[in-house]
C-alpha cells in the first residue's frame, strides 16, 4: 500500500556547464513520512524550487537518489501532484475543465469524472462557478481551482510551491486553513515550499531551513504544536511563538551571511 514516503539522499543538482556552472542543491539529504506536512524555507535563490522540481521529477538529479515508497523517481508521475504559484491553469477551460484534466488522462468514465471533479470543486468552495473561466476568477479563486485540479486524480503526495505567496494576507490564511482541513482529511504526503516563516510554522509538523546558496539542509525542526485550537490561539501560544523565533534565527543566519559575501 503506498503511502507517500518520500527519501532524498545525497541530492546534488548542477545547472549548466563549464564556466556558467550554478550549484543548486548540494548533498541534501532528508526523509518525509507517509502523510507527513513538511515545510521548506531558505533565502531567496538558496535551491527551494529546483528542490521540489527534482522531486516532481521534472528535472534529473546530478548525483543522489529520489525515492517515494521505495521507488526511484524518474520522471513526473500521477503519485505527486505539484501545485505552483502561479497557478498554471488553462485559461481555455473551464473551472471543470480545468479540474477533469488529469482525470481525462485515467480510464475513467465521463460521468464520474464529473462527479469526482464536483467533489473537489465544492471541497474548494468554488460551488457555482463550474463553467467560469480563470480570466473570471480571482487569484484566490485560481488557486482553489489549482488545488481542486490536483486533488482530483489523487496524488499521494503534494508539492506545493510558494502556493499563496501572490495572495494578500485573508486570502493566504483563508487557504492555508482549507489546506489544513484537506489535510487532516485526506492524509496526504505534503512538501511546501515558502518564504514565511510565520506560514511554515503554523501550517507544518516539520520546518527544514536551508543554507544560502548552494542550498545545503542547515536544520529540521519538529513543530509539535496544538493546531486543534483557532489561528489566534495558535499564533498567540508560548509554543508557536517559541518555535517561531528558532526559525527566524536560523533564517536570519543565512540572509545575513549573504549580505556579508
Ligand atoms: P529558490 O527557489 O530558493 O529561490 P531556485 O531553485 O529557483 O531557488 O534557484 C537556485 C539557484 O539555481 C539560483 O542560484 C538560481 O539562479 C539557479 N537556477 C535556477 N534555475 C536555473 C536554470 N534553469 N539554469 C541555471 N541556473 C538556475
Avoid at 479540474?99 to 467533489?119: I, W
Wanted: proline content about 5%; overall charge negative; hydrophobic content about 35%.
Amino acid at each position: 500500500m503506498p503511502d507517500g514516503h518520500v527519501t532524498v539522499s545525497n541530492l546534488v543538482k548542477t545547472y549548466g556547464s563549464g564556466s556558467e556552472r550554478t550549484k543548486a542543491i548540494d548533498d541534501v539529504s532528508f526523509e518525509v513520512d507517509g502523510g507527513e506536512f513538511l515545510s521548506v524555507v531558505g533565502p531567496s535563490g538558496c535551491g527551494k524550487s529546483t528542490l521540489l522540481y527534482l522531486i516532481a521529477g521534472f528535472l534529473e538529479p546530478t548525483s543522489g537518489k529520489i525515492a517515494v515508497d521505495g521507488t526511484p523517481v524518474d520522471g513526473p508521475g500521477t503519485d505527486r501532484g505539484v501545485v505552483f504559484q502561479d497557478y498554471a491553469l488553462f485559461p481555455w477551460r473551464t473551472v471543470m475543465q480545468n479540474v477533469t484534466y488529469g482525470l481525462e488522462e485515467q480510464d475513467m468514465p465521463d460521468e464520474e469524472q464529473q462527479a469526482t471533479a464536483q467533489r473537489f470543486i465544492d471541497m474548494m468552495g468554488l460551488d457555482g462557478f463550474e463553467d467560469k473561466y480563470p480570466k473570471e476568477l480571482s487569484g484566490g479563486m485560481k488557486q482553489r481551482v489549482a488545488l481542486a485540479r490536483t486533488l482530483a486524480y489523487d496524488p499521494q503526495i503534494l508539492l506545493m510551491d510558494e502556493p499563496f505567496g501572490a495572495l494578500d494576507q485573508p486570502l493566504r490564511e483563508a487557504l492555508q486553513d482549507n489546506l489544513l482541513d484537506i489535510w487532516r482529511d485526506i492524509g496526504k504526503t505534503i512538501i511546501f515550499i515558502t518564504h514565511d516563516v510565520e506560514e511554515s510554522v503554523y501550517l507544518s509538523e516539520k520546518v527544514m531551513i536551508m543554507t544560502q546558496h548552494p542550498g545545503k539542509k542547515k536544520a529540521v525542526l519538529d513543530i509539535d504544536i496544538d493546531r486543534t485550537r483557532d489561528r489566534e490561539a495558535i499564533i498567540t501560544s508560548d509554543e508557536y511563538v517559541e518555535r517561531r523565533n528558532e526559525v527566524w534565527r536560523l533564517l536570519h543566519e543565512e540572509t545575513e551571511q549573504s549580505q556579508h559575501l
